[in-house]
């Protein structure tokens, strides 16, 4: 079985309010002092959730079809990191141009309805193995395994 990681603690609303004023403090540059200023939190955690969440220029909500072109330009110039090619879209992380990309974008992906058989592999194989859904979505070509899951959960309604 597969290391399990530690548990995320989640961010209390005091401590985005700690980082934000952190961050105005010292220009979100010396994520050590903003980590003193917030005072539950490591440095690096700081910075990850200032990058990938508080940051005001952050875009949220529904991609544009220029960022879509823009993200399927930037994949085809051959962008090695997701943090590299979320430098180029103004507003979106990381996360969120690895996740348009997998689930909406790649071309790879197979977005028909799912058949039956599919199904049944899904049902089937989840009730051998377990949530592995990398390990049922491999079996199935074209569907993700955020796809695969999702599907899972619509059976078991």
């Given at each position: 079985?597969?290391?399990r990681r530690a548990p995320?603690?989640?961010?209390s609303p005091e401590e985005d309010d700690r980082l934000r004023r952190g961050?105005?403090?010292?220009?979100?540059?010396?994520?050590?002092?903003?980590?003193?200023?917030?005072?539950?939190?490591?440095?690096?955690q700081c910075m990850q959730r200032w990058k990938r969440s508080l940051r005001p220029d952050?875009?949220?909500g529904r991609w544009t079809q220029?960022?879509?072109a823009?993200?399927?330009?930037?994949?085809?110039?051959?962008?090695?990191?997701?943090?590299?090619?979320?430098?180029?879209?103004?507003?979106?992380?990381?996360?969120?141009?690895?996740?348009?990309?997998?689930?909406?974008?790649?071309?790879?992906?197979n977005k028909d309805v799912f058949t039956p058989?599919?199904?049944?592999?899904?049902?089937?194989?989840?009730?051998a193995i377990g949530n592995r859904w990398s390990h049922i979505a491999a079996?199935?070509?074209g569907r993700t395994e955020n796809a695969v899951k999702i599907r899972w959960k619509t059976c078991h309604r």
């Amino acid at each position: 079985a597969a290391p399990r990681r530690a548990p995320v603690e989640r961010w209390s609303p005091e401590e985005d309010d700690r980082l934000r004023r952190g961050v105005d403090m010292f220009a979100a540059r010396n994520w050590r002092r903003i980590s003193a200023v917030v005072g539950t939190k490591k440095a690096v955690q700081c910075m990850q959730r200032w990058k990938r969440s508080l940051r005001p220029d952050l875009k949220k909500g529904r991609w544009t079809q220029e960022e879509d072109a823009l993200l399927i330009e930037l994949i085809t110039q051959g962008y090695k990191t997701w943090a590299e090619l979320s430098n180029r879209i103004a507003g979106r992380s990381a996360k969120q141009c690895r996740e348009r990309w997998t689930h909406h974008l790649n071309p790879a992906v197979n977005k028909d309805v799912f058949t039956p058989e599919e199904d049944w592999t899904i049902v089937s194989t989840q009730a051998a193995i377990g949530n592995r859904w990398s390990h049922i979505a491999a079996m199935l070509p074209g569907r993700t395994e955020n796809a695969v899951k999702i599907r899972w959960k619509t059976c078991h309604r």
